[in-house]
T-cell receptor, first 113, second 114 residues
Framework: AQSVSQHNHHVILSEAASLELGCNYS??????LFWYVQYPGQHLQLLLK??????LVKGIKGFEAEFIKSKFSFNLRKPSVQWSDTAEYFC???????????FGTGTSLTVIP | DTGVSQNPRHKITKRGQNVTFRCDPI?????LYWYRQTLGQGPEFLTY????????KSRLLSDRFSAERPKGSFSTLETQRTEQGDSAMYLC????????????FGQGTRLTVV
């Protein structure tokens, strides 16, 4: 079975600080990788995705993530966070030949103005 | 709005009652998923449909839960004899078929069992 680990449960940053959220997964085959964001009171929205090709993917709102296959990692980054980035961030993976999406436990990000 | 739609948004029920939730996926999506999310946790997989066929069920989906997707369009998730432990956010998602596809989520149904 696949699993996803998010190492940071709660992160507090000041505006303009840089962000990096860790995500590791366990699965030996080909995977699709995702970061979802959940703003307060809203539904899960896709932030970015990796299917194949360039391991550095860019998403919405200035976020990017890098797939490092040898480390089974897909860390999320943003060079300068804003107050509006306050949200819950979830890393997810599904096997290319599989069905369900596996989610990490999430990281709560609070950005202080 | 052409996204995934879930009804109701909130449901408060007494322990022992039966409840049913509905999910309308994005129209061209043939895959539909149900997840459960509790406070401080990520979404946990419950079950998955491809068209009208229920192809996978999690052990989290006890015998008191049943999901259907009779015509391959909308889906229902019924919980019988609800327990306080069933209190959670129930999420529905849909996706296209294929190896490289993403899931689109609805806003969820928050169930509170009192």
């Amino acid at each position: 079975a696949q699993s996803v680990s998010q190492h940071n449960h709660h992160v507090i940053l000041s505006e303009a600080a840089s962000l990096e959220l860790g995500c590791n997964y366990s699965y030996g085959g080909t995977v699709n990788l995702f970061w979802y964001v959940q703003y307060p009171g809203q539904h899960l929205q896709l932030l970015l995705k990796y299917f194949s090709g360039d391991p550095l993917v860019k998403g919405i709102k200035g976020f990017e993530a890098e797939f490092i296959k040898s480390k089974f990692s897909f860390n999320l980054r943003k060079p300068s966070v804003q107050w509006s980035d306050t949200a819950e961030y979830f890393c997810a993976v599904n096997a290319r030949t599989g069905n369900q999406f596996y989610f990490g436990t999430g990281t709560s990000l609070t950005v202080i103005p | 709005d052409t996204g995934v739609s879930q009804n109701p948004r909130h449901k408060i029920t007494k322990r022992g009652q039966n409840v049913t939730f509905r999910c309308d996926p994005i129209s061209e999506h043939n895959r539909l998923y149900w997840y459960r999310q509790t406070l401080g946790q990520g979404p946990e997989f419950l079950t998955y449909f491809q068209n009208e066929a229920q192809l996978e069920k999690s052990r989290l989906l006890s015998d008191r839960f049943s999901a259907e997707r009779p015509k391959g369009s909308f889906s229902t998730l019924e919980t019988q004899r609800t327990e306080q432990g069933d209190s959670a956010m129930y999420l529905c998602a849909s996706s296209l078929e294929g190896g490289a596809t993403e899931a689109f989520f609805g806003q969820g149904t928050r169930l509170t069992v009192v």
